[in-house]
């Protein structure tokens, strides 16, 4: 190995000399200030009018658990409708048939362009401009008596969690190479086909992550469900807050059921994103 000295004639060999380790001070004076606030946060929870008691004697009652159970149907079902209408719209949206391209784009401009608990709210109130439902002179049905809370609720998060998976789905088939589709109608697939069995298994590394975000702020958002009576967690601890007047307290009980399953939820998606992302890391190896 060649020496410093040699390389740098004329100048001292420092190798030799202790290196002085740099002071980052605007990291101390954020890091003290994120504890001051954090810890001014927890003194105020733990000084506020908040009894602790009930906090625990709430956790688990019948009426939160069945709460947290509807929760995660509807957000299992909303989501498994939002993947079946994103899926059909993005195929939509990569047509060559202007009609079908349009249809798409606009459904996804009308959902995403409108707040989620006024959708639920219009699901909920549909009675009010189609007073009955259903095939007229074979079937029909008054509205109020079939759409309950749980059919609104489900429309509202499906219809509208279809309009934002579509761009990701959309995302994701773009994603492949344009030649996967000639190779696929080179060897005398159809459309569809070369979709299930060549397309999407490629695109799903692409659309894996940010469905995994969508999934668990769809779990979030069937809170808003409340506003139409849906028996969710956070309508259950509401009903019995407007019993019992301790609100903080049902509402940190609501919130830690959310932070559990979002905890939950979180390294399932890591799960799924890793196992299709195999193939991606033999090719790279």
Same mark, same amino acid.
């Given at each position: 190995?060649?020496?410093?000295?040699?390389?740098?004639?004329? &100048?001292?060999?420092?190798?030799?000399?202790?290196?002085?380790r740099r002071t980052h001070w605007g990291r101390w004076i954020a890091a003290a200030l994120i504890?001051?606030?954090?810890?001014?946060?927890?003194?105020?929870?733990?000084?506020?009018?908040?009894?602790?008691?009930?906090?625990?004697?709430? +956790?688990?009652?019948?009426? %939160?658990?069945?709460g947290i159970v509807n929760t995660l149907v509807m957000a299992v079902l909303a989501m498994g409708?939002?993947?079946?209408?994103?899926?059909?719209?993005?195929?939509?949206?990569?047509?060559?048939?202007?009609?079908?391209?349009?249809?798409?784009?606009?459904?996804?401009?009308?959902?995403?362009?409108?707040?989620?608990?006024?959708?639920?709210?219009?699901?909920?109130?549909?009675?009010?401009?189609?007073?009955? %439902?259903?095939?007229?002179?074979?079937?029909?049905?008054?509205?109020?008596?079939?759409?309950?809370? &749980?059919? #609104?609720?489900?429309?509202?998060?499906?219809?509208?969690?279809?309009?934002?998976?579509?761009?990701?789905?959309?995302?994701?088939?773009?994603?492949?190479?344009?030649?996967?589709?000639?190779?696929?109608?080179?060897?005398?697939?159809?459309?569809?086909? #070369?979709?299930?069995? %060549?397309?999407?298994?490629?695109?799903?590394?692409?659309?894996?992550?940010?469905?995994?975000?969508?999934?668990?702020?769809?779990?979030?958002?069937?809170?808003?469900?409340?506003?139409?009576?849906?028996?969710?967690?956070?309508?259950?601890?509401?009903?019995?807050?407007?019993?019992?007047?301790?609100?903080?307290?049902?509402?940190?009980?609501?919130?830690?059921?959310? +932070?559990?399953?979002?905890?939950?939820?979180?390294?399932?998606?890591?799960?799924?994103?890793?196992?299709?992302?195999?193939g991606a890391a033999r090719i790279a190896r």
């Amino acid at each position: 190995m060649t020496s410093g000295r040699s390389l740098a004639e004329g &100048f001292p060999d420092l190798t030799g000399l202790p290196t002085a380790r740099r002071t980052h001070w605007g990291r101390w004076i954020a890091a003290a200030l994120i504890l001051a606030v954090l810890a001014l946060i927890g003194r105020a929870f733990a000084q506020g009018q908040i009894e602790w008691a009930y906090v625990g004697r709430f +956790l688990t009652v019948p009426v %939160i658990l069945h709460g947290i159970v509807n929760t995660l149907v509807m957000a299992v079902l909303a989501m498994g409708l939002g993947i079946a209408l994103g899926l059909v719209v993005a195929v939509m949206r990569l047509s060559p048939n202007p009609v079908l391209k349009g249809v798409a784009a606009g459904y996804a401009w009308l959902f995403r362009g409108t707040p989620l608990i006024l959708q639920l709210l219009l699901w909920f109130n549909l009675a009010l401009v189609f007073p009955v %439902i259903g095939i007229p002179g074979l079937w029909t049905v008054k509205s109020v008596e079939v759409m309950t809370p &749980f059919l #609104a609720a489900l429309l509202g998060l499906g219809l509208n969690q279809g309009a934002y998976t579509s761009e990701v789905m959309r995302a994701g088939l773009l994603s492949v190479d344009a030649g996967q589709y000639e190779a696929a109608q080179a060897i005398g697939m159809g459309r569809l086909k #070369a979709l299930h069995r %060549i397309i999407l298994p490629q695109a799903m590394r692409v659309v894996l992550p940010p469905l995994g975000n969508e999934f668990i702020g769809l779990v979030k958002a069937t809170s808003l469900a409340s506003v139409i009576q849906y028996p969710e967690v956070l309508h259950a601890a509401e009903n019995i807050y407007y019993a019992n007047s301790r609100v903080i307290e049902l509402l940190i009980v609501a919130g830690l059921w959310y +932070l559990l399953v979002v905890s939950v939820l979180t390294p399932l998606q890591m799960l799924l994103e890793r196992r299709f992302s195999r193939g991606a890391a033999r090719i790279a190896r």
